[in-house]
């Protein structure tokens, strides 16, 4: 399986945006996908994470009440939906795959499939 990331761009604050994941050469049927951001000069975070099969998510508190994740199955396709963006939210988001147990959906190093960053600048 490989994932890429699109959707990221300049926007205001108070404004959204919303993240694609497409994945390519295999199914996602066993997999989680998450979402983790960086901002500059900082670690690597969790952001969301859906299951591919029964669609539970995970959020951030950081993110939660403003951002939803979602699938899309027969385009293969995970959504990141970003509303009321803040500055804070300035980063290169980046998807993510793995078929770790859901305890430890939130470690990005039990993450093995990884896409490309789409950068996200939010303008105050």
């Known amino acids: 399986v490989q994932l890429q990331a699109s959707g990221g761009g300049l926007v205001q604050a108070g404004g959204c945006l919303r993240l694609s994941c497409v994945a390519s050469e295999g199914s996602l049927n066993s997999y989680k996908v998450g979402w983790f951001r960086q901002a500059p000069g900082k670690e690597r975070e969790f952001v969301s994470v859906i299951r591919w099969s029964g669609g539970t998510t995970r959020y951030a508190d950081s993110v939660k009440g403003r951002v939803t994740i979602s699938k899309d199955t027969a385009k293969n396709t995970v959504f990141l939906q970003m509303n009321s963006l803040k500055s804070d939210d300035t980063a290169v988001y980046f998807c993510?795959?793995?078929?770790?147990?859901?305890?430890?959906?939130?470690?990005?190093?039990?993450?093995?499939?990884w896409g490309q960053g789409t950068l996200v600048t939010v303008s105050s």
């Open positions: 993510a795959a793995t078929r770790i147990v859901w305890s430890e959906i939130e470690n990005q190093y039990r993450y093995d499939i």
